[in-house]
């Protein structure tokens, strides 16, 4: 059974950071991609950022390009998400999830992925 729990979020003035974390349980945490996605209040589920098995492919939101990274620590079993420049329309429930299947990429919509968390708010005060 794979559980992932989020952690890290909160209120945030406009301009500063956050920096979010995952940890999974369950075996064979090194061999999944990893997302991240986001929903804003009346908004669907978008893709924010992913991170592939070997920690060597990263992929971003074009909203989010530039200021946000995503990171894996396979000894942990966590993927972390560091946000900075944060904006107000950043503001959204953050998930993170595993990828469907062993050694391929996730990609940028839901269906790729079977396992979430149950989330952490983000709030950015502008």
């Known amino acids: 059974q794979v559980q992932l729990v989020e952690s890290g979020g909160g209120l945030v003035q406009a301009g500063g950071s956050l920096r979010l974390s995952c940890a999974a349980s369950?075996?064979?945490?090194?061999?999944?991609?990893m997302g991240w996605f986001r929903q804003a209040p009346g908004k669907e589920r978008e893709f924010v950022a992913s991170?592939?098995?070997?920690?060597?492919?990263?992929y971003y939101a074009d909203s989010v390009k530039g200021r946000f990274t995503i990171s894996r620590d396979n000894a942990k079993n966590t993927v972390y998400l560091q946000m900075n420049s944060l904006k107000a329309e950043d503001t959204a429930v953050y998930y993170c999830?595993?990828?469907?299947?062993?050694?391929?990429?996730?990609?940028?919509?839901?269906?790729?992925?079977?396992?979430w968390g149950q989330g952490t708010q983000v709030t950015v005060s502008s």
């Open positions: 369950g075996r064979a945490f090194s061999s999944y991609a």
């Open positions: 999830a595993r990828a469907r299947h062993m050694w391929r990429a996730g990609g940028a919509t839901s269906d790729g992925y079977d396992y």
């Open positions: 991170i592939a098995w070997r920690n060597t492919d990263t």
